[in-house]
């Protein structure tokens, strides 16, 4: 199987990247597993319940970790617990696991209870997608840095960063999604990731068949469907653009975001970096996964008005200087832009697009082409300078962007564009109270509060096909390892 990048630290409760989630997807377990259609059916549960405050789950028997000791209630929670700990610095904490969560673990009834300090309206499914790590790694975590502990159906055997990652099936693995069996016919032995950031060269790995898995994005995938392969679409968020809100930088006014938001044709943005084949963004969330699915995007983003944008610059202070580049206090409009490597060529003519339109501006746009590692590194861990960014954050529920849109940044919080909106804070507030779909119309209000103030900009889906050759598979928030089957 083809990855765009390198997945970096493996270790499943500090990563952000939804390359390292595809591999940690081979090597560890979640309390509930969701098939293709979204619903939920079982993992390392086999029931469960739960409000907004509580939960509830009943452990199957027989799951075992890799050095074959069972997987206990206690292991559990402590997973639990070590997330919902903000001192920990989990990058799920927020996301999975709801700050300040007590787990309790009865060993003996097989059962884990938790409770959340402030109400979670899907915290039922929330806590029961995270990856559980086994007693040792919990221990060590430095052995999940290139390694791994946990329930999941394969075990790293060789990990050569930026080159390729080796896993072999445990026989004894007996515990999938649902109704899984282990004496089915198909089931892959060895998997091996090998890293291929250029998709012209997936593609021709697949097509002579030394790749049997690869997600092509970019203009190859034309060529690969007209071979009639085998192949799932994941439609996911692509065109997201990010200011940084950081007090003392121009991204932080209002008036600046919403200039250079309408200085951008978006709909021609986003048929370049889709090649043609993308869909208006009509949520933050993407589309089909979850119980919401209101159109929180159409008309509440500043439509393309180069005019209206130079005006509102000019007015909140930033004049034409030397060169056509404004300036507001001596200070030049100059930006720093990243956008991923991995997401295909399409991007980085986005990017120039993008620095083009900003131009006109009167902006001084410098792009800054990097990796996931990079981008993790830069700005979900605030350890670089940057104003704006082409960053596609892939959620399935309106719960899961609360860390990211409010609250503490890096390094002790998820919200690294230092988001503060107050009409946000009070709907997220609001909805969190009511359990599962009920809420909607309030998470929907949240997400329009985000456009009203420019906080995010989402403009674009991509549908990208994963092809398969030699082998069929499902889909499950990426490629679900245990659906896997080679073919004769």
């Not at 704006?388 to 529920?397: C, D, E, F, Q, S």
Request: aromatic residues 6%; neutral net charge; contains cysteine.
């Amino acid at each position: 199987m083809a990855l765009g990048s390198d997945p970096g630290n493996l270790d499943p409760q500090f990563t952000s990247l939804s390359i390292t989630k595809q591999v940690d997807a081979f090597l560890y377990d979640s309390l509930i597993n969701l098939d293709q259609n979204g619903q939920q059916v079982a993992g390392l549960a086999e029931k469960w319940e739960g409000t907004t405050t509580t939960a509830k789950y009943t452990l199957r028997k027989g799951v075992t970790c890799l050095d074959g000791s069972p997987l206990t209630a206690t292991t559990v929670a402590e997973n639990l617990n070590f997330v919902g700990n903000p001192a920990n610095k989990s990058t799920r904490i927020g996301v999975f696991v709801p700050a300040g969560v007590k787990a309790v673990g009865d060993d003996a009834a097989g059962t884990v209870t938790v409770t959340a300090p402030a109400p979670d309206a899907f915290l039922v499914r929330n806590i029961g997608g995270l990856h559980i790590v086994c007693a040792k790694g919990m221990k060590d975590r430095s052995l999940l840095k290139q390694g791994s502990d946990g329930t999941g159906m394969y075990k790293v055997a060789e990990a050569v960063p930026g080159d390729h990652y080796t896993l072999t099936r445990r026989k004894d693995y007996a515990w999938g999604p649902g109704d899984f069996k282990a004496d089915q016919p198909g089931l892959a032995d060895k998997v091996v990731l090998k890293v291929v950031a250029n998709e012209t060269t997936a593609a021709n790995l697949l097509i002579s068949g030394q790749v049997n898995i690869a997600a092509i994005s970019g203009p190859d995938k034309q060529r690969l469907q007209a071979q009639q392969l085998f192949n799932r679409s994941a439609g996911t968020p692509l065109g997201e653009l990010w200011f940084n809100q950081k007090p003392g930088l121009p991204t932080a006014d209002l008036a600046v975001r919403k200039a250079l938001t309408q200085a951008l044709d978006l709909t021609q943005l986003g048929k370049v970096i889709t090649a043609g084949t993308g869909k208006p963004t009509t949520s933050f969330v993407v589309p089909g996964t979850g119980p919401c699915n209101d159109d929180t995007v159409t008309g509440n983003i500043p439509g393309h008005d180069l005019d209206a944008a130079k005006a509102a610059l000019d007015a909140a202070g930033w004049k034409a200087g030397a060169g056509g580049i404004r300036e507001k206090g001596g200070t030049k409009l100059s930006l720093v832009f990243y956008y991923l490597t991995n997401l295909g060529p399409t991007i980085q003519s986005g990017a120039e697009l993008l620095q083009k339109a900003w131009g006109e501006l009167g902006v001084d746009v410098s792009l800054k082409a990097v990796s996931t590692a990079e981008i993790s590194t830069v700005v979900l861990a605030g350890q670089g300078t940057w104003h704006a960014g082409l960053i596609p954050l892939t959620v399935n529920l309106p719960s899961q962007l609360v860390s990211f849109m409010s609250g503490t940044g890096p390094p002790n919080g998820g919200n690294f564009a230092s988001i503060k909106n107050p009409a946000y804070d009070a709907a997220v507030a609001k909805a969190s109270k009511i359990a599962g779909s009920d809420g909607c119309a309030d998470w929907a209000t949240a997400e329009r509060a985000l456009l009203k103030e420019v906080n995010v900009v989402p403009f674009v889906n991509s549908t990208v096909p994963i092809f398969a050759k030699g082998a069929t598979f499902e889909l499950s928030d990426g490629v679900a390892p245990q659906t896997i089957r080679m073919l004769g």
